[in-house]
């Protein structure tokens, strides 16, 4: 692995704190994270695992979507911790290249592949799947789950979704993640698709992960819950 290399992204994200909301709410209830115009803000940072990489390398931020290029592997992250959230945002694969993506909340300790946190699956074929990465705990049906011991990436703890509503690629999907104490749910294109509970309740940092496939997000809100 190659040694850390961080860089700030060069747009802000708008937070709009001590705020309450529901899953279901309209889109126009939340705030958009790459927003420049707030006076609450918060920035970005990249990550990636490789030496000399530049955020420019990996990621394009436009002012309608924002494009991963894959490679090399890394995330961008929010600067400022959440808790209790509801977030909702939109991803694709290019047309005919599906690939491996997520979606990491409640991300603590050092930046590296990959760091402890809930990660909301988007691999094609998988979206919808929670993984406790690092040792982050969570619970669910037995029948669903499984924990798988890495010596590389520690403890994995997966949760299989209940259905496969993922669109091809090239398609647009929406995914909303509302966090709330020790239940995390997961929907896609509007249908709940996983519920886990017994979360680890921490703050930390929000991830779009870069995994070695290019892949496209846009519609990045959020709203903070009151807790």
Not at 59 to 64: A, F, K
Not at 67 to 96: A, H, I, K, N
């Amino acid at each position: 692995m190659g040694r850390v290399r961080m860089a700030t992204l060069p747009v802000v994200c708008s937070v709009l704190l001590a705020a309450s909301a529901t899953a279901g709410e309209p889109a126009e209830a939340l705030v958009d994270m790459f927003a420049p115009d707030s006076a609450k803000t918060v920035a970005w940072t990249a990550f990636s695992e490789a030496e000399g990489t530049s955020l420019e390398d990996v990621w394009r931020i436009g002012p309608d979507e924002i494009v991963c290029l894959g490679t090399p592997r890394g995330y961008l992250r929010t600067q400022q911790d959440f808790t209790d959230f509801l977030l909702r945002l939109e991803w694709r694969w290019p047309e005919g290249k599906p690939g491996k993506g997520g979606v990491l909340i409640r991300t603590t300790g050092p930046d590296k592949i990959w760091p402890k946190s809930l990660e909301a699956q988007i691999n094609a074929g998988e979206a919808g799947d929670f993984w406790g990465l690092d040792g982050y705990a969570l619970r669910g049906p037995s029948d669903r789950m499984k924990v798988v011991e890495s010596e590389q990436f520690g403890r994995l703890t997966n949760l299989k979704k209940t259905a496969a509503v993922e669109r091809a690629p090239g398609e647009w999907n929406t995914y909303e993640i509302v966090a709330k104490g020790g239940v995390v749910t997961l929907r896609i294109n509007g249908e709940l698709v996983n519920e886990t509970t017994r979360c680890d309740v921490v703050a930390g940092k929000i991830c779009l992960t870069a995994e070695g496939n290019e892949i496209h997000f846009r519609n990045v809100r959020i709203k903070v819950l009151k807790q």
